[in-house]
T-cell receptor, first 115, second 110 residues
Framework: EAGVTQFPSHSVIEKGQTVTLRCDPISGHDNLYWYRRVMGKEIKFLLHFVKESKQDESGMPNNRFLAERTGGTYSTLKVQPAELEDSGVYFC?????????????FGQGTRLTVV | RKEVEQDPGPFNVPEGATVAFNCTYSNSASQSFFWYRQDCRKEPKLLMSVYSSGNEDGRFTAQLNRASQYISLLIRDSKLSDSATYLCVRGSSNTGKLIFGQGTTLQVKP
């Protein structure tokens, strides 16, 4: 069975440009999470989808970030316009059920560099 | 204060050594805790969950002390393949959202 896949694995863009990251969760997983790790800091939660609905977007840094999950399958995270501080590794995770003790499976991440 | 705090290390130990990592958390209502392992430039993977009385999985033992808001991970008989970053993680009580510590780096040397 395929795991969580993310695309692209790396992206280098200039400040002010737009980038769209994609995440394909494990098939059948209704819960999809985005996380980010900036250099020197811990991995931080961005948002949580249950199917196509945003359950919790409390971690989104600002309105330059837009996440979608149309149809409740794959998700995209768009950054527009990108700033230098957006550089980091963006992880997507999915889980089958929703709860405190549920195992989350992570994708390999997208390494974003804004120059 | 961070919600989950870890000593970042690095911990450099010889093969066969026993090593312990500690983690403290600030939310006394927290219910669930995990240790994740992350290899260099890879994704985090669940190593083990930590329950109220602690638990053991082979060479790995996780302990939880709710009174002190403290979690530990003990690795016995360290292997070269144990070299990685170990992430202490708190689970949200309701949503499955995870709150990560900064991670502790372990390097096991021959």
């Amino acid at each position: 069975e395929a795991g969580v896949t993310q695309f692209p694995s790396h992206s280098v863009i200039e400040k002010g440009q737009t980038v769209t990251l994609r995440c394909d969760p494990i098939s059948g997983h209704d819960n999809l999470y985005w996380y980010r790790r900036v250099m020197g800091k811990e991995i931080k939660f961005l948002l949580h989808f249950v199917k196509e609905s945003k359950q919790d977007e409390s971690g989104m840094p600002n309105n330059r970030f837009l996440a979608e999950r149309t149809g409740g399958t794959y998700s995209t995270l768009k950054v527009q316009p990108a700033e230098l501080e957006d550089s980091g590794v963006y992880f997507c995770a999915s889980s089958q059920v929703w709860g405190a003790n549920t195992e989350a499976f992570f994708g390999q991440g997208t390494r974003l560099t804004v120059v | 204060r961070k919600e989950v705090e870890q000593d970042p290390g690095p911990f450099n130990v010889p093969e066969g050594a026993t090593v312990a990592f500690n983690c403290t958390y600030s939310n006394s209502a927290s219910q669930s805790f995990f240790w994740y392992r992350q290899d260099c430039r890879k994704e985090p993977k669940l190593l083990m969950s930590v329950y109220s009385s602690g638990n053991e999985d082979g060479r790995f033992t996780a302990q939880l002390n709710r009174a002190s808001q403290y979690i530990s991970l003990l690795i016995r008989d360290s292997k070269l393949s144990d070299s990685a970053t170990y992430l202490c993680v708190r689970g949200s009580s309701n949503t499955g959202k995870l709150i990560f510590g900064q991670g502790t780096t372990l390097q096991v040397k021959p």
